[in-house]
């Protein structure tokens, strides 16, 4: 067990090889996961273990990489503990984020706590990029572990791959966007001399990240004509092959 803890917290990413072989074993460049593999994979089950012996870092890079893939690597083992099923919602009555509870570090964590008590207040909008709630309508799951040296990078990416996939679609003179963008509108900022003449001030912020990651002309030039901004129905089917 030294031996394992050792590896677990040597690493950059916070993570054993374990977590990245599954990531890259058992999710394709989609983000798409093959479920029935990583149910399984023999290396799943040492997850858990690991992050119960794990040091929970202090340093404000190390965090969001150890806990956006705490979050990712919890969430994989919920579904492949329960698979098959068609949804995460089918989990202990659609509240599994509240109800579940994980031993990290020596301390008892839900997912909603990782998500809302600790990620959120870090104060870093790109990590609404980067966790997954095992659903289509969730970004795109990323086939490697977040690492502590390239993680601003690696949001940035995972922003651009966001907003570039499923984060935005443009249909009847509107343009309508992930509910994430909605549910936690408070978190996406706009500079202050950022103004959209043509939008309610609260969803400024919205406005302003879909701008800034945006490779699709056709959205920035909706946004400058002032289309009307809509949210798009969540699809919570598991997002699987």
């Known amino acids: 067990m030294l031996i394992l803890v050792t590896l677990f917290l040597n690493l950059a990413h916070g993570f054993s090889d374990n977590y990245n072989a599954l990531l890259k074993q ?4 989609d983000g798409c996961v093959n479920y029935v593999a990583l149910k399984q994979d023999q290396k799943r ?7 119960e012996q794990a040091t929970v870092p202090t340093e404000l890079n190390a965090q969001l990489a150890f806990w956006i893939n705490a979050y990712n690597a919890l969430t994989l083992e919920l579904i492949a503990q329960a698979y098959p099923l068609k949804s995460i919602m089918d989990l202990e009555g659609g509240k599994v984020w509240s109800t579940r509870q994980f031993n990290i570090g020596g301390q008892m964590r839900t997912l909603d706590e990782i998500e809302h008590q600790i990620l959120r207040p ?4 790109r990590i609404h990029a980067a966790i997954n709630c095992a659903s289509k309508g969730c970004p795109p799951l990323w086939n490697q572990a977040f690492t502590a040296e390239q ?4 949001l940035d990416q995972a922003m651009v791959r966001w907003v570039g996939t499923n984060a935005v679609k443009l249909d009847d003179g509107q343009i309508s966007v992930s509910n994430i963008f909605f549910w936690f509108k408070g978190d996406f900022k706009a500079p202050s001399a950022t103004v959209y003449p043509n939008y309610p001030k ?3 912020g919205i406005l ?3 701008e800034h990651y945006s490779q699709q002309e056709p959205v920035l030039a909706a946004i400058q004509r002032g289309l009307p901004l ?3 129905p969540y699809d919570w089917s598991l ?3």
């Open 239 to 241: 997002n699987e092959h």
């Open 45 to 51: 089950s040492k997850i858990p273990l690991e992050l």
């Open 208 to 210: 302003h990240t879909l």
């Open 26 to 29: 058992h999710v394709d460049v």
């Open 122 to 125: 870090l104060n870093d909008s």
């Open 202 to 204: 609260e969803h400024w």
């Open 151 to 154: 993680i601003h990078t690696e």
């Open 230 to 232: 809509k949210s798009l």
